[in-house]
């Protein structure tokens, strides 16, 4: 009885303390973030009457972004329109924004294509407040930190463009980014993503949170542009890949990967399978050219035999 009564204390000493713990962590959502939920709109289109206010001072519509050519030294390259990056963010925002532009940078300085030849980057400010001369200092400093050398093609790639408070509600409910506005801090709360469009100005796919592998980002691009951009290899992948809208990442399909696996198996065994039936042919035309039409050896087969080693003439003798 004694054992049982100390492990009885213990346990209930334990479930006090756990409570305790559980107490001292907040359930709440924080009252600045609440209802800034990320919504998965993938599939819609974002409006292209939209208009903003561009580095230079113009006010164009969100179609001038959209359906542009892959480039090649400053030359259309053939290869359809480029898919869009687009980043919600105001340029006063003092870490989130600038943090996740540069780890997307870092990213995309890895892989193997290129802002303004392969797709376009859509750097949009939500703050009105913002002026052309932050959106053009935003971009000079871009162009600096993407480590590539600087060309026409990137400098059209980086844009960095303002919009009004209509504008970037109805954009922000397009693209499923909602936000939010702080007085007493002037700032704004907002949530942390990316998002990657096909050049129709369509939502193909989104990246979340502050770390963007480079798979990820090169597959979306990829799926965003239909394979159109890079070569087939690099297009191959989105066959055994998927877009998680829930994870904001792209997952390996089972089913397609067995699928391939099958499909390798078929060709190597066909392969094999054809060998040896061109194996067989070729023995079994070898042994027809050596036999007469009833089996027998054939007249040259039979005239060498009857001949023997010893009626073969040597070469060079006279008779």
């Known amino acids: 009885m004694g054992v049982l009564r100390r492990v009885g204390c213990a346990l209930s000493v334990g479930l006090l303390a756990s409570t305790s713990i559980a107490q001292l962590i907040p359930t709440d959502v924080p009252e600045p973030v609440k209802g800034l939920t990320i919504t998965n709109n993938l599939g819609k ?6 208009q903003v206010t561009t580095a230079e001072g113009k006010i164009v519509s969100l179609n001038e972004f959209f359906n542009r050519p892959t480039m090649k030294d400053g030359k259309p390259a053939g290869k359809g329109n480029k898919p869009v990056v687009i980043q919600m963010s105001y340029f006063r925002c003092p870490i989130l ?4 532009l540069e780890k997307f940078t870092k990213t995309i300085d ?3 294509f290129t802002v303004g030849e392969d797709f376009d980057v859509l750097v949009v400010s939500f703050d009105h407040r913002d002026k052309p001369a932050d959106a053009r200092s935003h971009k000079a400093a871009q162009i600096l930190a993407y480590q590539r050398p600087e060309n026409n093609d990137i400098r059209d790639g980086w844009n960095f463009v303002i919009a009004s408070p209509e504008t970037s509600r109805q954009l922000g409910e397009a693209l499923g980014f909602p936000f939010r506005y702080l007085p007493e801090s002037d700032e704004y709360s907002h949530g942390t993503a990316l ?4 050049p129709e100005g369509k939502i193909s796919s989104y990246l979340t949170g502050l770390n963007y592998p480079a798979k990820d980002v090169k597959l979306a691009l990829l799926d965003a542009s239909n394979g159109k951009i890079g070569s087939f290899w690099d297009a191959f992948p989105l066959w055994c890949y998927h877009f998680d ?3 904001g990442t792209y997952s390996l399909q089972a089913m397609r990967v ?3 696996g099958s499909g390798g198996a078929a060709v190597v065994l066909g392969g094999f399978l054809g060998v040896l039936w061109w194996a067989d042919r070729r023995r079994r035309r070898s042994s027809a050219m050596n036999t007469g039409p009833n089996g027998n050896p054939s007249i040259s087969d039979a005239q060498s035999l009857a001949r023997g080693p010893s009626a073969r003439v040597p070469s060079g003798s006279m008779s």
């Open 45 to 50: 289109f974002v409006p292209m009457y939209l």
């Open 97 to 100: 924004c600038p943090t996740i």
């Open 110 to 112: 890895t892989i193997d």
């Open 195 to 198: 998002f990657v469009l096909t």
């Open 245 to 247: 809208p829930n994870a």
């Open 258 to 260: 067995m699928q391939l």
